[in-house]
């Protein structure tokens, strides 16, 4: 801290934490409360403590003081002031120690001690400050984040304009992908190590899909294995059957859970299972499918007597029609059916986990999946539209300027680039809280929300810096404008967040923290 005399400085300087550990203090040097609290004032003088309390730099305390002394003090001559004061001087100095706020007299506050040469140090095991929010990422996470992005730029990207014409993957290209990404363990990172995935924490895998957001939904169901990671669920002759096939990539496997009259309103579904004997029969719909048109095998949820409940359905069972597909405005290459069960029969070992525990099942992978594949994605799609809208705005000319040098297309470029940034943020932390083993379904539901409204925003923007050329099919501008549209749709609509967000902080209060 700056060193304390009882002369008055013309001019504020920068303190640091290394002045002045040395010698006692004899007076204070003032900081000024509303001004910046890193420069010291121009005015000494001697308060009279009444208590103290850490602020959390070293050797830095708040004092609450009287001094009568100036005329702007605060009413009853009371204000509050940083001090500049060394700690081991009240130590040495009792009658000078008063009591700080959840400190016993004559301690220092936690995390703090003497050591022998008498200098102020932390106690052994106690976080630093700036341990607590560290936004560093370890070495091979800044690797797999590059590998990833790498991939996305030489392998993926390429292949969008054909796929774009053509409304398909060829199925030959599809292989070559999925090889090369085993090759690079770039398969299934969202599974556990034990069954062969990568093992990825929820933060990994959103910086993951973050780069995996900057190319087509097909290619990234292909290119990097899209198992659903509910079937860590699996038992007995279901794990070698539909887990480690599905991670070797043997089987494509679908979840079936969105009917026509139960989309963002899970426990509206109607399809219905009821006992046979040991056998169960399946009767219903489901539709907009991801990959049910290449699929083995489809996870169906369906109401029972005991609730809603998990089956693994295979394609060829008796009573299952695959229906056509659902011609999209968007996400081309990724197709969508629906599926309608007659009489379906289901073998009791076709079970997923307990009857009438479906629900719970698919929840408790819910919270990262709507993170990685909405948010995280939302969050690269958004980056890449910021990026191609920075270099048009520098290479497009018009009155003789770049329009970058324009007031307001640089006011979209900066809001386009301050929202790509709060989202991401968000993102980050909810995805921590999930490895800290928090319950964050508060925290999703706001980041899916505005994080696929961002995408929106940003997507509009970018038509209307392109102008023309945004709205042409020359230029991939008009298609990611098409695709972000569905990010408010799937996984539960905005409207339906906004609900359970106003509902929780109505019963619970506020939460931000």
Request: glycine fraction near 8%.
């Amino acid at each position: 801290m700056a060193t304390m005399s009882g002369t008055r400085e013309n001019s504020p300087r920068r303190c640091s934490p290394q002045d002045s550990l040395t010698s006692p203090p004899s007076r204070a040097t003032c900081f000024h409360w509303r001004q910046c609290k890193c420069w010291c004032a121009d005015d000494v003088f001697g308060p009279r403590t009444s208590r103290w309390s850490r602020s959390g730099k070293a050797g830095r305390l708040r004092v609450h003081c009287h001094h009568p002394q100036r005329a702007t003090c605060a009413r009853r001559n009371r204000r509050q002031v940083f001090v500049s004061c060394h700690l081991r001087h009240l130590l040495h100095h009792p009658h000078k120690r008063r009591r700080a706020r959840g400190v016993p007299l004559g301690q220092l506050p936690p995390r703090w001690q003497l050591d022998p040469s008498g200098r102020l140090s932390r106690l052994a095991g106690t976080p630093e400050a700036n341990d607590m929010i560290d936004f560093s990422l370890p070495n091979e996470v800044q690797m797999l984040v590059s590998t990833v992005k790498r991939f996305v730029e030489n392998e993926l990207n390429p292949l969008e304009d054909e796929i774009e014409r053509t409304n398909a993957i060829d199925p030959s290209v599809a292989e070559g992908l999925k090889q090369k990404a085993r090759e690079l363990g770039l398969w299934a990172m969202h599974m556990p190590q034990e069954v062969g995935g990568g093992g990825l924490s929820a933060v990994e895998f959103c910086l993951v899909n973050e780069q995996i957001g900057r190319t087509k939904d097909v290619l990234a169901r292909r290119a990097f294995g899209h198992v659903p990671s509910i079937l860590v669920h699996c038992t007995g002759e279901q794990r070698e059957k539909y887990l480690h096939a599905a991670m070797r990539g043997d089987i494509h496997v679908s979840v079936a859970m969105s009917e026509p009259e139960a989309g963002s309103d899970a426990n509206g579904i109607r399809t219905a299972v009821k006992r046979d004997g040991c056998e169960w029969i399946l009767n219903g719909s489901k539709h907009f499918i991801s990959d049910a048109d290449i699929a083995s095998a489809y996870i169906v949820t369906a109401r029972s007597e005991e609730g809603i409940s998990c089956f693994l359905v295979d394609r060829d069972t008796p009573g299952l029609e695959l229906g056509p597909i659902q011609e999209m405005m968007g996400h081309r290459g990724t197709h969508q059916h629906g599926l309608f069960f007659t009489d379906c029969r289901i073998a009791p070992q076709q079970l997923l986990g307990e009857p009438g525990r479906g629900m719970s099942l698919v929840l408790g992978h819910l919270n990262v999946a709507r993170l990685a594949y909405v948010g995280a994605r939302a969050v690269g799609m958004a980056s890449k539209l910021l990026e191609m809208s920075v270099d048009f705005a520098k290479q497009r000319s018009q009155f003789g300027a770049p329009i970058g040098s324009f007031q307001m297309v640089q006011k979209m470029l900066a809001d386009m680039q301050c929202e790509i940034y709060g989202a991401r943020m968000m993102l980050l932390n909810a995805a921590w809280e999930i490895d800290q083993g928090r319950d964050v379904r508060e925290k999703v539901s706001m980041v899916k929300l505005f994080a696929s409204e961002m995408l929106g925003r940003v997507a509009d923007s970018a038509v209307q810096i392109f102008g023309g050329m945004g709205y042409c099919t020359e230029l991939p501008i008009e298609r990611y404008y098409r695709d972000a549209r569905v990010f408010r749709l799937y996984d539960g609509t905005s409207e339906i967040h906004r609900i359970m967000i106003a509902r929780r902080l109505l019963e619970r209060g506020i939460s931000l923290l």
